[in-house]
């Protein structure tokens, strides 16, 4: 007689067994790759060969840098070759670099200089503005530059005539208090029209130094816009300032001091500025 078997039926209250979860596709990761930060992104792309083609592509890659350094991003223009992941590790290195070395705070201040600035037309003295040190501290403003403005302290003296053409020379001196150093930022002349309302600029390069790229000094000269008595042209304002020769933008204070300083407070300083 055989033994029937009988199957054991599952009580109805009994726990059921967990159907087993499996992990969505490494794809999925895609889909939402654009809005992962670069710090994860480029830890994904470390994950495998595969992650790394998906996680380093240039439609990832191309608006993060863009958003970040997009000075860098336009050098895609001279190298198409470069991706974009590559110039943002290039940036962000540039940037930590750039944050740990720090040029230390300049043995200048403000307040020990004073500025002197002799224009002359044709070789006669049309202005002298002197802006003690006190008084150009009180002119930074908030974008920290430097870049100074000097008025003329008595426009009555030094008018002169109308020139349709002439040569104007423009000096100018940064003085230590006590006369202990002087160095001539600028030294140069122009052919300009001395009317009323007219502006000159002037420029000059200035002596490189090996510890920073060229540095430009740029003087700009303001005539009244009306006639003195007799129909007499005189200066009004004058404005000073230091630029960076690459970028064309005035030096910050703390740069430009950085600057003077090797002249002013070197034991043998040289009181000549370049030539134009």
Same mark, same amino acid.
Request: contains cysteine; hydrophobic residues 40%; proline residues 9%.
């Given at each position: 007689?055989?033994?029937?078997? !009988?199957?054991?039926?599952?009580?109805?209250? /009994?726990?059921?067994?967990?159907? @087993? *979860?499996? $992990? &969505? +596709?490494?794809?999925?990761?895609?889909?939402?790759?654009?809005?992962?930060?670069?710090?994860?992104?480029?830890?994904?792309?470390?994950?495998?060969?595969?992650?790394?083609?998906?996680?380093?592509?240039?439609?990832?890659?191309?608006?993060?840098?863009?958003?970040?350094?997009?000075?860098?991003?336009?050098?895609?223009?001279?190298?198409?070759?470069?991706?974009?992941? !590559?110039?943002?590790?290039?940036?962000?290195? /540039?940037?930590?670099?750039?944050? @740990? *070395?720090? $040029? &230390? +705070?300049?043995?200048?201040?403000?307040?020990?200089?004073?500025?002197?600035?002799?224009?002359?037309?044709?070789?006669?003295?049309?202005?002298?503005?002197?802006?003690?040190?006190?008084?150009?501290?009180?002119?930074?403003?908030?974008?920290?530059?430097?870049?100074?403005?000097?008025?003329?302290?008595?426009?009555?003296?030094?008018?002169?005539?109308?020139?349709?053409?002439?040569?104007?020379?423009?000096?100018?001196? /940064?003085?230590?208090?006590?006369?202990?150093?002087?160095?001539?930022?600028?030294?140069?002349?122009?052919?300009?029209?001395?009317?009323?309302?007219?502006?000159?600029?002037?420029?000059?390069?200035?002596?490189?130094?090996?510890?920073?790229?060229?540095?430009?000094?740029?003087?700009?000269?303001?005539?009244?816009?009306?006639?003195?008595?007799?129909?007499?042209?005189?200066?009004?304002?004058?404005?000073?300032?230091?630029?960076?020769?690459?970028?064309?933008?005035?030096?910050?204070?703390?740069?430009?001091?950085?600057?003077?300083?090797?002249?002013?407070?070197?034991?043998?300083?040289?009181?000549?500025?370049?030539?134009?």
């Amino acid at each position: 007689m055989k033994a029937r078997t !009988r199957r054991k039926e599952s009580h109805p209250m /009994a726990p059921q067994t967990a159907a @087993r *979860v499996h $992990p &969505p +596709p490494w794809e999925v990761l895609v889909l939402v790759a654009h809005r992962l930060d670069p710090k994860t992104l480029a830890t994904a792309s470390c994950v495998c060969k595969t992650w790394a083609a998906s996680m380093s592509s240039d439609c990832l890659w191309e608006p993060i840098c863009s958003a970040h350094y997009p000075s860098l991003s336009g050098l895609r223009s001279a190298d198409p070759s470069v991706p974009f992941h !590559r110039l943002f590790s290039i940036g962000r290195a /540039a940037s930590k670099l750039r944050k @740990r *070395v720090r $040029p &230390p +705070p300049p043995l200048l201040s403000l307040d020990s200089l004073d500025f002197i600035i002799d224009i002359r037309a044709q070789g006669l003295p049309i202005a002298t503005l002197v802006k003690p040190g006190d008084e150009l501290r009180l002119e930074v403003g908030p974008n920290n530059l430097f870049q100074f403005d000097l008025r003329n302290p008595k426009p009555e003296s030094h008018s002169v005539e109308e020139m349709p053409s002439c040569v104007v020379k423009v000096t100018w001196n /940064a003085v230590t208090k006590g006369w202990g150093g002087v160095f001539t930022v600028m030294d140069c002349d122009a052919k300009v029209s001395f009317i009323p309302g007219s502006e000159w600029w002037f420029w000059e390069d200035l002596p490189l130094l090996p510890t920073r790229s060229g540095v430009v000094a740029d003087v700009k000269v303001v005539a009244s816009s009306r006639r003195e008595s007799g129909g007499k042209v005189r200066v009004e304002k004058v404005s000073v300032g230091m630029l960076s020769a690459l970028s064309w933008r005035y030096l910050s204070v703390d740069d430009g001091l950085r600057y003077l300083q090797h002249f002013l407070l070197d034991p043998n300083p040289t009181t000549a500025g370049g030539g134009a």
